[in-house]
């Protein structure tokens, strides 16, 4: 039995989304990073800890992200997708203690708003290089 041909939709429908997908990708990682800084720097209780290497921890996951996501690069927004989970799980730890409620609900909206955006961005970006190459014509 022959495989069914995948259509693939067509550029005028794909570009947009491209687009929007990631600019939404690039607000929320750069809003995820501003978020752990303010709250590194201007409300966590870190105990004499010095708030540098802690912001360096919390940041070098996305910083070693961050050229690739700035040059549109869909494996760099693939990977996004996996070390974003470490925020969200963070997130999550945070909005169950009552002091940092408030920062772990925020993390978590922008780390599931990173996932979502930056999945779809790889998704729709696969598919616009494909019919860009000129496969999934009917």
């Known amino acids: 039995m022959a ?4 259509i693939l939709p067509p550029l005028e429908w794909l570009a947009p989304r491209v687009r929007i ?3 939404l990708s690039l607000a929320t990682f750069f809003g995820l990073i501003a978020l ?3 709250n590194t720097l201007l409300v ?3 105990h004499g800890a010095r708030s540098w ?4 921890v919390e940041l070098v996951p996305l910083l070693i992200l961050l050229p690739g ?3 549109g690069s869909a494996r760099a927004h693939a990977w996004t997708c996996f070390v974003v989970n470490l925020y969200f799980i963070s997130g999550v730890q945070a909005a169950f203690v009552p ?4 920062f772990g609900w925020l ?4 780390s599931l708003s990173l996932f979502i955006s930056a999945l779809l961005y790889v998704r729709w970006r696969f598919q616009y290089d494909r019919k860009l190459a000129g496969e999934g014509s009917a």
């Not at 495989?3 to 995948?6: A, E, F, N, R, V």
């Not at 002091?99 to 408030?102: E, F, H, I, N, V």
């Open 3 to 6: 495989k069914k041909p995948k």
């Open 21 to 23: 997908s990631r600019a």
């Open 36 to 38: 752990l800084s303010l």
């Open 44 to 46: 966590a209780d870190l």
């Open 53 to 56: 290497v802690i912001l360096g």
């Open 69 to 71: 996501m700035l040059l």
């Open 99 to 102: 002091d940092r409620a408030l």
């Open 107 to 110: 993390e978590v909206l922008l």
